[in-house]
């Protein structure tokens, strides 16, 4: 599980990129993504590292939850109503109108950008992150997010009518929201975002109730409650004391899911033994599931096992051969046993899939100049600075990279689309 900077190093606000809980949301979402028309394919789930409570949406293309409601939340259903809530922002346009700047989120620039508002509002300096992505102060991002109530009810109407189309049970609707309520009554500098952003009362909460009342129920889902519990529970284990985690992991209704939760608390204490005998006892349940592999992978990377990494990061692309988080974490594993060309090729094939990871960048970066390809080293590193809202940094480095790249090349071409991204926030 990687924390990943979303502005500037002055903004405390990270993202946490994990291809197994990634893989989990996306479980979770495409039914209610599907019922509302959208491509579950081509909407992210981002997980925001913020131990407050919120989910909301910036554009057609990501759904953000901070970590503090995922960990709040008592079931998939509720999880699944908050998803669904946020896509019906979406599929009703609501979002649409307020995104009219972010045409160009689909660049590495843009979408650093896009971020960086999401940073403000979401517990940041707001007066960095929204000033490199808008141009604006806090309380014109503040507008940006917050819904109208008609707005919400609209949304609360939709993510109903979606649940029940999915066969979900739209009692999680109620659940979800009811963890806000104790809020109706507190001053706004006491609110969490979510109360502030999607405008609560008692008149919502009633007219939500009656709407659930009125659906079909759904019928408990195994699957989606395995995906959520395994979620939930590997992001636990990376943010709960180890303690904690190592008093309650044995009590997991799913044992390869306590097991995981083992390793990574152990893995914190430095436990290594401890640690593999808990991710073994998991892959001996899931031998094919590439994302155990992958926490293996982790695991001896991070306790400079290089050469062992390697082979489990290998073992778990052989099974997801187009997962790029494992693809990234299979290239930093050959970059640390030395061997840079074929770091390369996996970290290419990574950012083929995926270019909105700072550390692949990074990665890529070292790669590069290992082989001597100083052009795209600069090019990669212009890209990763881009992503975090260092737009200076950025162009300096793109500037460099244009200089040694072969002119009209596609890598000169994205060089200079961060040169013009860089320039376009200078004049905002």
């Known amino acids: 599980m990687a924390f990943l900077l979303a502005a500037s190093p002055a903004s405390a606000a990270t993202f946490l990129r994990d291809a197994d809980m990634e893989y989990a949301l996306k479980q979770l979402a495409a039914p209610v993504l599907n019922a509302a028309g959208l491509s579950a394919a081509q909407v992210d789930i981002v997980v925001l590292d913020d131990s407050s409570m919120n989910a909301f949406v910036t554009d057609t293309r990501h759904i953000f939850i901070h970590s503090g409601l995922l960990l709040k939340l008592q079931s998939a259903e509720a999880l699944q109503?908050?998803?669904?809530?946020?896509?019906?922002?979406?599929?009703n346009g609501h979002i649409t109108r307020r995104v009219t700047n972010f045409r160009s989120a689909r660049n590495a620039a843009g979408l650093g950008m896009l971020l960086a508002v999401a940073a403000g509002v979401s517990g940041a300096d707001p007066g960095v992150a929204v000033g490199i992505a808008a141009g604006s102060q806090a309380s014109a991002a503040r507008r940006f997010f917050t819904h109208t109530r008609s707005e919400e009810s609209s949304a609360d109407i939709s993510a109903v009518r979606y649940m029940a189309r999915a066969g979900i049970d739209p009692q999680g609707a109620v659940d979800a929201i009811s963890i806000f309520t104790g809020q109706l009554n507190l001053d706004e500098s006491r609110l969490d975002p979510y109360a502030i952003t999607h405008p609560l009362s008692r008149e919502r909460m009633r007219a939500l109730q009656g709407l659930v009342?009125?659906?079909?129920?759904?019928?408990?889902?195994?699957?989606?409650?395995?995906?959520?519990?395994r979620a939930q529970g590997k992001l636990s284990a990376f943010k709960?004391?180890?303690?904690?985690?190592?008093?309650?992991?044995?009590k997991d209704p799913y044992k390869d899911v306590g097991l995981m939760r083992q390793a990574v608390a152990w893995h914190r204490q430095s436990n290594l033994q401890k640690a593999l005998a808990a991710i073994d006892g998991a892959i001996a349940m899931r031998p094919q599931d590439p994302f155990i592999l992958e926490l293996k992978g982790q695991i001896l990377l991070e306790s400079r096992q290089f050469k062992a990494a390697v082979q489990v990061?290998?073992?778990?692309?052989?099974?997801?051969?187009?997962?790029?988080?494992?693809?990234?974490?299979?290239?930093?594993?050959r970059l640390a046993a030395g061997d840079a060309k074929g770091a390369l090729s996996a970290l290419e094939a990574?950012?083929?899939r995926d270019f909105s990871?700072?550390?692949?960048?990074?990665d890529l970066g070292v790669a590069y100049a290992k082989q001597g390809q100083n052009g795209m080293a600069s090019l990669a590193t212009a890209e990763r600075y881009a992503l975090t809202g260092r737009l200076e940094d950025a162009e300096l480095h793109a500037t460099r990279a244009a200089g040694l790249l072969p002119r009209g090349s596609a890598p000169w071409q994205r060089a200079m689309d961060v040169i013009d991204a860089a320039k376009q926030a200078k004049r905002r």
């Open 240 to 250: 709960r004391a180890p303690n904690w985690t190592l008093r309650r992991a044995g």
């Open 213 to 229: 009342a009125g659906a079909k129920p759904g019928q408990p889902n195994a699957v989606a409650n395995y995906w959520f519990a």
């Open 357 to 362: 990871d700072p550390r692949l960048l990074r």
């Open 313 to 333: 990061y290998q073992a778990a692309a052989n099974a997801a051969p187009r997962e790029p988080l494992i693809l990234g974490g299979l290239g930093r594993a």
């Open 81 to 91: 109503a908050v998803m669904a809530h946020e896509a019906a922002h979406i599929a």
């Open 350 to 352: 990574a950012r083929g």
